[in-house]
């Protein structure tokens, strides 16, 4: 079955350093690949994701990832950590078949320390 | 905010007792996901509704059903409810049923059985 691993479940940065978040994904066939964040107390906002086409995937708020197949990896960075709210990264996939469920991560929660 | 509601926010409860989860997708978005997000577990896929049908189940527990409504809400019923069912549910939404579309998630309700 599909799983995948986020390696590191508390990651602590300065400010201004950067913010690199590892995911492994487990399968052959290489699926759709998500990178959600979690603030506290709400729900999952999407800060990017892969489908097809360019394997390095820009998103919101600076983050970037990219899809490296012979790695199954989807590392999550960021070139300048700024000061915020710890935050809960989570790395999901989904399979090419007929349906999108997503199956998470165990999440990383990021601190940034001035 | 994504666009998808969630009520109620809270629930608390006794074991044994059934609640009713209720979730409203984005505007056109014909697809419904419910995801369970406990502290032992993290965060695992339930069911999918698409169009009113069901489209694809995770690990629901045979105490857990869901359905979709014509308008397209959705509900997620528990019943003979334990502890450890205490977690945080969250809807999600998308416009098709697969190929890699983005699911919106709604900000979620904080059950919790005692």
């Known amino acids: 079955a599909q799983s995948v691993t986020q390696l590191g479940s508390h990651v602590s940065v300065s400010e201004g350093a950067l913010v690199l978040l590892r995911c492994n994904y487990s399968?052959?066939?290489?699926?759709?690949l998500f990178w959600y964040v979690q603030y506290p107390n709400q729900g999952l906002q999407l800060l990017l994701k892969?489908?097809?086409?360019?394997?390095l995937v820009k998103g919101i708020n600076g983050f970037e990832a990219e899809f490296k197949k012979s790695e199954t990896s989807f590392h999550l960075t960021k070139p300048s950590a700024l000061m915020s709210v710890a935050a809960e990264f989570l790395c999901a996939v989904s399979d090419r078949a007929n349906t999108d469920k997503l199956i998470f991560g165990t999440g990383t929660r990021l601190q940034v320390f001035p | 905010d994504s666009g998808v509601t969630q009520t109620p926010k809270h629930l608390i409860t006794a074991t044994g007792q059934r609640v009713t989860l209720r979730c409203s997708p984005r505007?056109?978005?014909?697809?419904v996901y419910w995801y369970q997000q406990s502290l032992d577990q993290g965060l695992q896929f339930l069911i999918q509704y698409y169009n009113g049908e069901e489209r694809a189940k995770g690990n629901i527990l045979e105490r857990f059903s869901a359905q979709q409504f014509p308008d397209l809400h959705s509900e997620l019923n528990l019943s003979s409810l334990e502890l450890g069912d205490s977690a945080l549910y969250f809807c999600a939404s998308s416009v098709q049923p697969a190929g890699g579309d983005t699911q919106y998630f709604g900000p979620g309700t904080r059950l919790t059985v005692l």
């Open positions: 399968s052959s066939v290489p699926p759709y």
């Open positions: 892969y489908t097809t086409g360019a394997t």
């Open positions: 505007s056109g978005d014909l697809s």
